[in-house]
């Protein structure tokens, strides 16, 4: 089946360490993002990226890092430098005829 | 002044009702406008896109998009209590950049 997976679906993790969150897609889309969201709050943009090895930042990229090596992957790390890492993590891939946005399930990450 | 505004809520309506649902955007330039319908703890979903002015009716459902007041509402008819989640809108931006309001929180009641 095309979608978006991502994982782990939940991660606990230590002050201090940097954690890697995992986004595949299998739906050929060029765009992808990567969405963050806090109990009672809507979603606010981390980074997206248009296409392979390019990729900007969104309204809230600070302690965030993100890599576009292949079509399918965009993997965003939560660096120490996140300083209220604890949220629920979105990634999304982007039909490019429509516009509509695919959504993975989430990775809830929670900080010790 | 946010980029997508929303009335966080919650709206409540009682079965059988129409739940209106409105946006309200910054950026003239905004191309694509969507709604999406989030359960607590899951993914968003699709609900509607529109891009023209005027009404697109899809089942129980009417995304309403008027350029020139930079407005986008959603109504829901015959509003179900599976209808309660939090709805969100969002917005393409110039460059591809997709913004989303904080969502509207619809209570709907048996």
């Known amino acids: 089946d095309g979608g978006i997976t991502q994982s782990p679906k939940y991660l606990f993790r230590k002050e201090g360490q940097n954690v890697t969150l995992s986004c595949e897609q299998n739906?050929?889309?060029?765009?992808m993002y990567w969405y963050r969201q806090d109990p009672g709050q809507g979603l606010r943009l981390i980074y997206y990226?248009?296409?392979?090895?390019?990729?900007q930042k969104g309204d809230i990229a600070e302690g965030y890092s993100v890599s576009r090596e292949k079509k399918e992957s965009f993997p965003l790390t939560v660096t120490s430098a996140q300083k209220n890492p604890t949220a629920f993590y979105l990634c999304?891939?982007?039909?490019?005829?429509?516009?509509?946005?695919?959504f993975g399930e989430g990775s809830r990450l929670t900080v010790l | 002044q946010k980029e997508v505004e929303q009335n966080s809520g919650p709206l409540s309506v009682p079965e059988g009702a129409i739940a209106s649902l409105n946006c309200t955007y910054s950026?003239?330039?905004?191309?694509?406008f969507f709604w999406y319908r989030q359960y607590s703890g899951k993914s968003p979903e699709l609900i509607m896109f529109i891009y023209s002015n005027g009404d697109k009716e899809d089942g129980r459902f009417t995304a309403q998009l008027n350029k020139a007041s930079q407005y986008v509402s959603l109504l829901i008819r015959d509003s179900q209590p599976s209808d309660s989640a939090t709805y969100l809108c969002a917005v393409i931006r110039y460059g591809n950049k997709l913004v989303f309001g904080a969502g509207t929180i619809l209570r709907v009641k048996s």
């Open positions: 950026d003239r330039g905004s191309q694509s």
């Open positions: 739906l050929n889309h060029d765009a």
């Open positions: 990226s248009q296409i392979v090895n390019d990729f």
């Open positions: 999304a891939s982007r039909d490019g005829n429509t516009g509509e946005l695919f």
